[in-house]
């Protein structure tokens, strides 16, 4: 160990090399009297043995020496690994004819003149030693900052690793998000068809049963209204043959005749059986439109009458159409024009016709709840053949265009973009599911490659507007199980 101080100066180990006893004795008396530990060696090769058995923290070589000069000797040190860093200084008599240059350039670290003195001698020692240690504790301090960068290369390697990890599991937990989205997406988009499909056959359930429990009876009552209008004449005629030849019938039946109002009942009779009779048919239309709606064609077929499919949907719808407790009737303006007839699923039309009347119905009663002064509630129903836009143009389709138009509440901008997503409503809960439309929307575009559009001013009213292609692209129809 290196010291710092005289306290320690014990522990520091010297080595000098002379060749002359005189010389060796001297300084060796000199700088153990200071405190430190002297060796001796007589010839370079002695000290190199010497020096190899254990390192000194110093040598003061002399340069002079038989066999091996110290020239030679620090040249062997200097090229060893474990003396190298042995501070070496160079002693010789011969100051004018030293080569202080080459001491140097062995790796010498001073040098001292002979005749020495006390002084000069003790002083470079301390100052090789004090640079040692310096060197040494230097070394120690590169030493730690190598340990420390290292360790800090480490650490920014596994920093590194552990973001590369990070960023793996980051990209697998969002991609596994992205399947859970899609996965729910799609359980959504089956629970909605389930709900409508449902909701749809129940109706057409309800439709059907009552359908064919009125059928029945009403065939009766029709049926038999001809026969009911035949006997009528029969006893007309035969009451007009005893007026004619019993003019002067008996008082009591004078008195009956008088108070039944005969002449009233006669005359009555017949307009009685008359709107019996338009409301026997209109009862036959009913059930005849309810079969038409619950029979849901679920076939791809060609359908010639899209009217007949909106018709029944009005029919149904009749009971919310007319006139109310607490409302006026809404009127129901059809402008049917010459359209041909399309390829589709009629059953599933129907269902969309359902859902954007009863929509219009519902915005109407939305609009006259919270309206002061009157007003006319109507629901426009056209259809027409279109060819003139010039995306029909462009892709030579014609379309079939059905508008349903309300004059009702109308529908916000703020939500216009979101009345097609499934289970959006503004309706209370329980009255609306937020399906209509969004089921409305998957028949029209993704079943029949039509379009369902829709265009609304808030207070005045909604267009919507489905488009169903005449001639269906193949795909379109092949898609559909
Ligand atoms: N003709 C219309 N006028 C005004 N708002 C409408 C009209 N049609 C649809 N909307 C708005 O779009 C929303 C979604 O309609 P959609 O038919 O999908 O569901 P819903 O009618 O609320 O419920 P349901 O599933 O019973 O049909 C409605 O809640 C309503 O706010
Ligand atoms: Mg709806």
């Known amino acids: 160990m290196l010291?710092?101080?005289?306290?320690?100066?014990?522990?520091?180990?010297?080595?000098?090399v002379d060749d002359e006893p005189?010389?060796?004795?001297?300084l060796s008396t000199i700088v153990r009297s200071h405190g430190y530990q002297v060796r001796q060696a007589t010839s370079g090769i002695v000290a190199l043995r010497a020096i190899r058995i254990q390192p000194p923290d110093l040598i003061l070589l002399d340069i002079l020496m038989p066999e091996m000069d110290g020239y030679q000797v620090c040249e062997q040190l200097k090229s060893n690994s474990q003396t190298r860093d042995i501070p070496i200084i160079f002693l010789s008599s011969l100051v004018s004819g030293m080569d202080k240059a080459k001491a140097f350039q062995l790796g010498g670290a001073d040098y001292i003149a002979k005749p020495f003195q006390i002084e000069e001698v003790l002083a470079r020692i301390d100052y090789q030693l004090t640079l040692r240690t310096l060197q040494v504790q230097l070394q120690h301090k590169n030493e730690q900052l190598r340990e420390q960068?290292?360790?800090?290369?480490q650490e920014m390697k596994i920093r590194q690793q552990t973001e590369v990890e990070l960023r793996l599991s980051e990209a697998q937990l969002q991609a596994r998000t992205q399947q859970l989205q899609q996965a729910l997406d799609e359980l959504k988009l089956t629970q909605t068809q389930l709900v409508q499909s449902e909701k749809m056959s129940s109706l057409g359930r309800i439709a059907a049963g009552i359908a064919h429990e009125i059928n029945n009876p009403i065939g009766f009552i029709y049926g038999n209204l001809d026969y009911a209008s035949e006997y009528m004449k029969v006893l007309r005629n035969i009451i007009n043959l005893y007026n004619q030849h019993y003019p002067q019938p008996h008082p009591e039946i004078l008195n009956t005749i008088q108070v039944s109002e005969l002449d009233f009942v006669l005359q009555d009779f017949p307009k009685v059986l008359e709107s019996m009779q338009v409301g026997a048919e209109r009862i036959r239309d009913i059930v005849l439109s309810m079969r038409y709606f619950s029979s849901g064609e679920q076939a791809y077929t060609q359908q010639d009458d899209i009217h007949k499919g909106l018709d029944s949907a009005l029919v149904i719808l009749q009971s919310r159409i007319k006139e109310q407790t607490n409302r006026v009737a809404i009127e129901v303006k059809k402008e049917y024009g010459e359209i041909p007839s399309v390829n589709c699923y009629p059953g599933q039309l129907n269902h969309v016709f359902m859902n954007l009347l009863s929509n219009a119905v519902d915005a109407i009663e939305e609009k006259l709840k919270i309206l002061e002064e009157p007003f006319h509630p109507v629901i426009k129903i056209c259809t027409q053949l279109s060819n003139s836009s010039k995306e029909c143009q462009d892709q030579n389709i014609k379309w079939v265009e059905i508008r349903i138009v309300d004059n009702g509440i109308g529908i916000g901008p703020q939500i216009q973009s979101s009345i097609f997503d499934p289970f959006f409503t503004?309706?209370?809960?329980?009255?609306?599911?937020?399906?209509?439309?969004?089921?409305s929307y998957s028949i029209i575009v993704e079943q029949h490659g039509g379009q369902l559009l829709c265009n609304s001013e808030i207070g005045k009213g909604t267009e919507i507007l489905i488009r169903l292609p005449v001639e269906v692209p193949q795909a379109v129809?092949?898609?559909?199980?």
């Open 426 to 439: 503004t309706k209370p809960v329980g009255k609306g599911t937020g399906l209509g439309l969004f089921i």
């Open 477 to 481: 129809k092949s898609g559909y199980h």
């Open 149 to 153: 960068n290292e360790q800090l290369k």
């Open 3 to 16: 010291p710092q101080s005289p306290s320690i100066a014990s522990k520091v180990d010297i080595l000098i």
């Open 22 to 26: 005189t010389n060796l004795r001297v």
